[in-house]
């Protein structure tokens, strides 16, 4: 399967700064990007679609302005959780989809932790 | 939202195969059965996918009924390592299509 990474696989911040975390796929072009997250015990909640060089999409009750998207290329994205609060803690995970058309590949996620 | 129904949890012995039912009753035509797991604070492993003929590759097979409208997913020799939550999705197979994850089954796998 392809190789998908995240970077940080943790990170513990404190409430009210911001952390990006990235997501790269390292050996295809990922022409979409979809980003998820999962609160402990839950299963994976789509929150947003974004396709290289466009605008992400969001998910009903995902707020655009908080969680900031970025797909400036095929093989990088990135997710800035602003003004995080504890609220927010859970894992992201990263799925990019590109080269053969039923192949979708998850990153092994970023947990994050807001004090 | 997702468009399948599993059973919340499930055990099987070590050794003996791991039969996980699925039900999609709302299948359209053009949409394929995939077949994730994940282990613990890992993300989502793909298994296997399949529109309607049964399928089988080095982990797993899918046999998919004839009306469509619920498969199984059997690890024929289930193995410590395949605890995990297994999660059976519906979607077309073209690009850019998203995937809705349901509840998802919880397989121990006792040794």
């Known amino acids: 399967g392809a190789v998908v990474s995240q970077h940080p696989s943790w990170v513990i911040c404190k409430s009210g700064t911001s952390v990006k975390i990235e997501c790269r796929s390292l050996?295809?072009?990922?022409?979409?990007m979809f980003w998820y997250r999962q609160f402990p015990k839950q299963s994976l909640m789509l929150m947003a679609t974004?396709?290289?060089?466009?605008?992400?999409?969001?998910e009903q009750g995902v707020e655009k302005d908080k969680f900031l998207i970025n797909h400036a290329s095929l093989t990088l994205s990135t997710l800035t959780v602003t003004s995080a609060h504890p609220e927010d803690s859970s894992f992201y995970i990263c799925?990019?989809?590109?080269?053969?058309?039923?192949?979708?590949?998850f990153g092994p996620g970023t947990r994050l932790t807001v004090t | 939202d997702a468009k399948t129904t599993q059973p919340t949890s499930m055990d099987c012995a070590e050794g003996r195969a791991a039969n996980l039912p699925c039900n999609h009753s709302?299948?359209?035509?053009?949409?394929?059965v995939y077949w994730y797991r994940q282990i613990h604070s890992q993300g989502p492993q793909y298994i296997i996918h399949?529109?309607?003929n049964n399928e089988t590759n080095e982990m797993a097979s899918l046999i998919i009924t004839e009306d469509r409208k619920s498969s199984t997913l059997i690890l024929p020799h289930a193995t410590l390592r395949d605890t995990a939550v297994y999660y059976c999705?519906?979607?077309?197979?073209?690009?850019?299509?998203?995937?809705?994850f349901g509840t998802g089954t919880s397989l121990t796998v006792i040794p």
């Open positions: 799925s990019p989809q590109g080269g053969r058309a039923y192949e979708q590949y």
């Open positions: 050996d295809f072009q990922a022409t979409t």
């Open positions: 974004s396709n290289e060089g466009s605008k992400a999409t969001y």
């Open positions: 709302t299948i359209s035509g053009n949409e394929y």
């Open positions: 399949g529109l309607k």
């Open positions: 999705i519906v979607r077309v197979k073209v690009g850019g299509n998203q995937f809705y």
